[in-house]
């Protein structure tokens, strides 16, 4: 992976913080040690003048240094009266000649020597003693220092981006880890999940991946009910029209066309439900008239519908006939006797009871009914997962109801 990739920008990001804090460093250790190395010139240059300042004596009006006490500065001092050198090595620079003539405090640097002037208090005489230092040994060691820093900064670098190199692996390591697990259980075990506990990203990542993985199989799950509905709800209208055509053929007999229109309508119900359940998750939000929509439902039925309130649903209509019509189909077809359509509102909800006078619904089996494919003894649950399937869609409740009758609940929001 090149420097575009994660690792690397991490890395460099690294190695970009530590040179810049390195540089820094370099630059404020070299400041420092100049003004230090600065500092110990001037006071080695004062302690020069204060040892020759010692060896001066006036002698019957004259100034005289003592003998043999500064042979030791010969070389590294001089000492002017009233602007003639008294003492020190002969033919001294202009620079130090300047210096002493002029006599009062003043540093100046020339080459790689620090010159320093300092009057005297000799009454009656105007004495400057002026030194110097050699500044070569010191510009040396700042030079070694500074080199010295900068490979240790050199070094400090490449250890920090060798650090960071290893840190970044063993992180991504986890994430690499995670990838491959992920695509050995997509291909093998699709229910496996991360698990991870840590508190950390990648405990956050896993947890994330986890919940990802949950919605995928979700998906996958409801698309393979959605295939169990379409082919139990379609099974039954092909499998008359399929028998009513052989027992023709067989019995060289005329079709019955009521029997055909009756299948084909069912068969053309059931696609269209199962259609709108599938669309309905992408519904933008409509109200309807509950009513209205009733009448739409059960005008293929022979079902008796009582007065209802005139109320608005939060629901499309073709939504609301989608939800009803197979459970009318169920009510019609397990009905002795009649069937009928009771509303009522509820708070915030408007309930809709599809009642009949059959069977009704066992207690153990108010859930089942729902499933694909489930069927009582009596032929109870055709449509029902249908509709299970648009009331979660849409946001609406379908509950059967066990009171000795055939008795489904559907809750609608009022508008």
Do not use: C
């Given at each position: 992976m090149g420097l575009t990739g994660f690792r690397g920008r991490i890395v460099s990001l690294a190695?970009?913080?530590?040179?810049?804090?390195?540089?820094?460093?370099?630059?404020?250790?070299?400041?420092?040690?100049?003004?230090?190395?600065?500092?110990?010139?001037?006071?080695?240059a004062r302690t020069r003048v204060e040892a020759v300042?010692?060896?001066?004596?006036?002698?019957?009006?004259?100034?005289?240094?003592?003998?043999?006490?500064?042979?030791?500065?010969?070389?590294?001092?001089?000492?002017?009266?009233?602007?003639?050198?008294?003492?020190?090595?002969?033919?001294?620079?202009?620079?130090?000649?300047?210096?002493?003539?002029?006599?009062?405090?003043?540093?100046?640097?020339?080459?790689?020597?620090?010159?320093?002037?300092?009057?005297?208090?000799?009454?009656?005489?105007?004495v400057t003693v002026v030194v110097t230092v050699d500044l070569a040994p010191y510009e040396h060691s700042e030079q070694r220092s500074l080199m010295m820093s900068l490979a240790l900064g050199a070094l400090?670098?490449?250890?920090?981006?060798?650090?960071?190199?290893?840190?970044?692996?063993?992180?991504?390591r986890v994430v690499q880890r995670m990838s491959a697990l992920a695509d050995e259980w997509g291909d093998h075990d699709p229910a496996r999940r991360f698990g991870l506990e840590s508190r950390d990203e990648f405990g956050e990542l896993a947890r994330t991946f986890d919940r990802l993985l949950d919605r995928v199989s979700e998906t996958i799950a409801d698309e393979r009910r959605l295939t169990d509905e379409i082919a139990h709800e379609l099974r039954t209208p092909i499998a008359v029209l399929r028998g009513e055509a052989q027992f023709a053929e067989l019995s060289s007999t005329r079709i019955e066309p009521q029997l055909v229109r009756t299948e084909a309508d069912r068969l053309d119900t059931a696609v269209s439900t199962i259609l709108d359940?599938?669309?309905s998750r992408n519904r933008q939000a409509q109200t309807c008239r509950l009513t209205v929509a009733l009448r739409g439902a059960t005008q293929r039925h022979d079902v008796y519908l009582g007065s209802a309130p005139e109320v608005d649903v939060a629901v499309p209509a073709d939504v609301v006939v989608s939800v009803l019509t197979p459970l009318l189909d169920n009510a019609v077809r397990h009905a002795r006797t009649a069937a009928s359509v009771q509303v009522e509102t509820c708070g915030e909800h408007v309930l809709v009871h599809v009642l009949d006078d059959g069977p009704g619904f066992r207690p153990d089996d108010l859930e089942r009914v729902f499933e694909p494919g489930h069927s009582t003894a009596d032929g109870h649950g055709l449509g029902l997962a249908v509709v299970r399937r648009i009331a979660n869609a849409t946001g609406l409740g379908v509950r059967a109801v066990a009171d000795g009758r055939g008795h489904v609940e559907v809750r609608f929001p009022a508008a």
């Open positions: 190695v970009l913080t530590a040179t810049l804090v390195v540089a820094v460093f370099v630059v404020l250790s070299h400041v420092l040690l100049t003004r230090s190395a600065d500092a110990d010139t001037r006071t080695l300042a010692g060896t001066v004596q006036v002698h019957n009006g004259k100034v005289r240094l003592v003998e043999g006490t500064g042979d030791a500065f010969d070389t590294v001092a001089w000492v002017y009266e009233d602007g003639r050198l008294i003492d020190g090595a002969e033919h001294p620079t202009d620079a130090v000649s300047l210096l002493g003539a002029a006599g009062r405090h003043e540093f100046r640097v020339t080459g790689r020597y620090l010159l320093y002037a300092e009057p005297l208090p000799v009454q009656g005489h105007r400090a670098v490449a250890l920090a981006g060798f650090i960071a190199h290893l840190g970044v692996n063993r992180a991504l359940a599938a669309r």
